[in-house]
T-cell receptor
Framework: GAGVSQSPSNKVTEKGKDVELRCDPISGHTALYWYRQSLGQGLEFLIYFQGNSAPDKSGLPSDRFSAERTGGSVSTLTIQRTQQEDSAVYLC??????????????????FGPGTRLTVL | RKEVEQDPGPFNVPEGATVAFNCTYSNSASQSFFWYRQDCRKEPKLLMSVYSSGNEDGRFTAQLNRASQYISLLIRDSKLSDSATYLCVVERSSASKIIFGSGTRLSIRP
């Protein structure tokens, strides 16, 4: 079946513009995560959705960042008034049934290919 | 201090060698542990879960030491195709608390 998809794959924008990144998780996966990864760095957690609600927004770097998820499926990450330090790869991942408390296939995060954002 | 710490490497070893690296975590409430692999400019993919009793998958062996709060990954008879960044992942019982380490870069040379 289809995996996690993200669009656009690449986005180049000018400083100060708004951008919207999209994630389509695997059908039936209840949880969705956004991360960002700067060049040569690890994954930085941004936000997590369980269904359409976001119990943990603690990773959002500033109030210029927001995200929503509708219909328990597609999610969009919006960055307003982009800055050069926002340049990174933005990765989305989904999990079928998270938080099982045991190592199981239900806990595997499936990642999308990412959106490479460049702010000039 | 980061909640999950890894030696960034790079580890540069010859083909056929055995290589091991550790990952330490600071939160004792951590409950599930994983190793992910990330190839250059690709998304991370699950390599293996880490069970309390330790587990093996072919040339890969993962160990968990709860008392010392670290997990390890051992790769035997390394192949050129093992060259990648290996990410340590720790999950608490709360589903939102999935923490990735910064990764350990491994390079296998012919």
């Amino acid at each position: 079946g289809a995996g996690v998809s993200q669009s656009p794959s690449n986005k180049v924008t000018e400083k100060g513009k708004d951008v919207e990144l999209r994630c389509d998780p695997i059908s039936g996966h209840t949880a969705l995560y956004w991360y960002r990864q700067s060049l040569g760095q690890g994954l930085e957690f941004l936000i997590y959705f369980q269904g359409n609600s976001a119990p943990d927004k603690s990773g959002l770097p500033s109030d210029r960042f927001s995200a929503e998820r509708t219909g328990g499926s597609v999610s969009t990450l919006t960055i307003q008034r982009t800055q050069q330090e926002d340049s990174a790869v933005y990765l989305c991942a989904s999990i079928q049934f998270p938080g099982q408390g045991l190592s199981s296939s239900y806990n595997e995060q499936f990642f999308g290919p990412g959106t490479r954002l460049t702010v000039l | 201090r980061k909640e999950v710490e890894q030696d960034p490497g790079p580890f540069n070893v010859p083909e056929g060698a055995t290589v091991a690296f550790n990952c330490t975590y600071s939160n004792s409430a951590s409950q599930s542990f994983f190793w992910y692999r990330q190839d250059c400019r690709k998304e991370p993919k699950l390599l293996m879960s880490v069970y309390s009793s330790g587990n093996e998958d072919g040339r890969f062996t993962a160990q968990l030491n709860r008392a010392s709060q670290y997990i390890s990954l051992l790769i035997r008879d390394s192949k050129l195709s093992d060259s990648a960044t290996y990410l340590c992942v720790v999950e608490r019982s709360s589903a939102s608390k999935i923490i990735f380490g910064s990764g350990t870069r491994l390079s296998i040379r012919p």
